[in-house]
């Protein structure tokens, strides 16, 4: 399916005329995409609500006792917030579906919504949230013993059913700050189905899954955002969190499908700085799937918080695992920073792939890990410019893969701080031909590294160069073609004024300067199709759209 995103920010100041910023692309891709959009229910003639806050509530609170299928679009001329923080916790229907529209212009402060069905693993009833703003939304412990999972979920929590989720955004939204199985500052999802959308995810924080947490239930999440979201737990499972700044993901025979899908400023203080994810069938070797195509993991970090910490793009334990056309720059951690593939993860293909700009700080591997008892074949990779600083570090580029192949890649460029073991692959891994690597090592020493696959080709003595064809994707040619990760398969986007961060960060930052958050409604007009992702005195609003679907 062609895909194509687009994003158009609009800072509308009240009183005067909009200003229009483009932009596009952030991410987008350039090429087919096979990326699967989830069926997301769409209700053609809903029933019409006030755009009131007691209306809103209203509705809300009948939903709990419903006899049918509700579904209710709020009608706001212009963007509202509607202040429901006098009631900060609403029961929905755990035996009719609810679909809720918000036309992209309510949204909804202060409240959590909980959908607690008890059923394990029944996927009815089904509750949609569409064109709607979460914001301001907190849980907190409230189970002084027992199933702590509960608390979970600052502006929804689900057990059993399904959550659909489509051009919504969930931001300043919080889940208990401490806890070993409780998270998901914005969604917690137990047993079950949830799917997201065009959906972004920005400032929301809880002990694991800083955006979202997940337990027993599968995830199918596309063309979204996730932006400075935190996991504020520590030590870590066993212990009181910390895993997935972004997603945590616990559980087993699960399928996890992430597609179109931007991590950028996300932080944990354990595992998983952007997605966290652990199957417990990992004693069967493997579980279901967890698929992550086309996205893009920048600057996300593993705090210094937690000794224990790594990971700040991706761990993945114990499932089937799948990493294509996807970009890992500039993320921080003081070990293990970029994919970390953990135990018994079996039959794993990680395929066109670039690494390049990462860093650790006091352990082995800014670039791809993949540790014992793993097996599969990683190819078309390009693990360049990484850095190991300390003065104990090494293997900078890959450390295991004596179980796997590895094909068409290129590793090099990358620095150690201590000189003497192997600058790049602690292991020799697998021979799958056409690999290009440094067999120089680039320090003052100099001398012989040594080689990550046996066969391997000196990139320098092939005339090898690269080229940064977008800001943090390296491409790789020796004699004119081009070899390890092909950068045009890869989402491209635009940095912004400072060259380092990414364009929509960037503006977002800088209307948060301009006091977003203010908690009164505007009555400013809107675009017919624009989103709202924060409000104030000045107004950001998105577009996004899927071109060609």
Not at 106 to 133: C, F, H, S
Not at 315 to 321: E, H, P, R, T, V
Not at 498 to 503: A, E, M, N, R, S
Request: charged content about 20%.
């Amino acid at each position: 399916m062609g895909g194509r995103f687009s994003l158009l920010l609009l800072l509308v100041l009240s009183g005067f005329a909009d200003v229009a910023l483009t932009l596009s692309p952030l991410p987008q891709l350039d090429r087919e995409s096979s990326c699967t959009r989830p069926q997301i229910t769409k209700v053609s003639s809903p029933e019409e609500v006030a755009c009131t806050a007691a209306a809103v509530l209203e509705k809300l609170l009948a939903s709990k006792d419903a006899t049918a299928d509700r579904a209710w679009q709020i009608m706001c001329d212009e963007v509202t917030i509607l202040d429901l923080s006098g009631t900060p916790e609403i029961e929905i229907s755990t035996q009719h579906n609810t679909y809720i529209d918000g036309n992209g212009k309510a949204v909804i402060k202060g409240t959590r919504l909980v959908m607690n069905t008890r059923v394990w693993d029944e996927p009815v009833p089904v509750v949609t949230l569409r064109g709607l703003g979460l914001t301001g939304s907190k849980s907190s412990i409230k189970q002084v013993s027992g199933d702590e999972t509960k608390d979970g979920g600052g502006a929804f929590y689900r057990y059993g059913g399904t959550l659909e989720v489509v051009d919504c955004w969930f931001w300043d939204n919080a889940a208990p700050e401490k806890g070993q199985d409780v998270g998901g500052g914005a969604i917690y999802s137990l047993a079950g189905v949830t799917k997201v959308d065009r959906s972004v995810f920005y400032m929301n924080k809880g002990s694991n899954g800083g955006a979202m947490g997940n337990l027993h239930n599968s995830l199918h999440v596309t063309n979204s955002w996730f932006i400075d979201n935190q996991a504020t737990g520590v030590e870590g499972n066993p212990g009181n969190g910390g895993n997935g700044g972004a997603i945590s993901i616990d559980g087993q025979n699960k399928a996890m499908y992430f597609c179109n899908v931007l991590f950028t400023g996300n932080k944990a203080n354990s595992f998983g700085g952007s997605i966290f994810r652990t199957d417990n069938e990992w004693q069967v070797k493997g579980g279901d799937e967890t698929t992550i195509e086309n996205a893009l993991f920048y600057r996300n970090a593993i705090l210094p918080d937690d000794n224990q910490g790594f990971a700040a793009g991706v761990y993945l334990q114990g499932s089937k695992a799948i990493i294509e056309n996807s970009i890992f720059a500039n993320n921080t951690a003081d070990a293990y920073t970029s994919i970390f593939i953990g135990p018994n993860t079996r039959e794993c293909d990680i395929d066109n792939v670039a690494i390049s700009g990462n860093s650790c700080a006091d352990g082995l591997t800014a670039g791809l890990v993949v540790s014992g008892s793993t097996d599969g074949e990683a190819k078309a990779l390009t693990i360049v410019d990484n850095i190991s600083i300390g003065d104990v570090c090494f293997a900078v580029a890959t450390n295991g893969g004596g179980a796997w192949t590895l094909a068409d890649s290129v590793i090099y460029r990358n620095y150690a701080g201590n000189v003497w073991p192997s600058t790049n692959c602690k292991d020799v891994w697998g021979e799958g031909g056409g690999n290009y690597h440094s067999l120089t090592k680039p320090s003052a020493q100099g001398g012989q590294d040594t080689k990550c696959s046996a066969d391997a080709s000196d990139f320098s003595t092939e005339g090898g160069t690269i080229e940064y064809v977008s800001p943090l994707c390296p491409q790789a040619k020796v004699g004119g073609s081009n070899k390890g990760a092909i950068c045009s398969a890869m989402p491209t986007y635009e940095l912004g004024a400072d060259g380092v961060t990414l364009k929509i960060t960037e503006d977002v930052r800088d209307a948060m300067e301009a006091d977003l958050f203010l908690t009164r409604s505007s009555t400013t007009r809107t675009p017919d199709n624009a989103g709202l992702l924060l409000l104030g005195s000045t107004l950001l609003w998105l577009t996004l759209s899927q071109l060609g679907l």
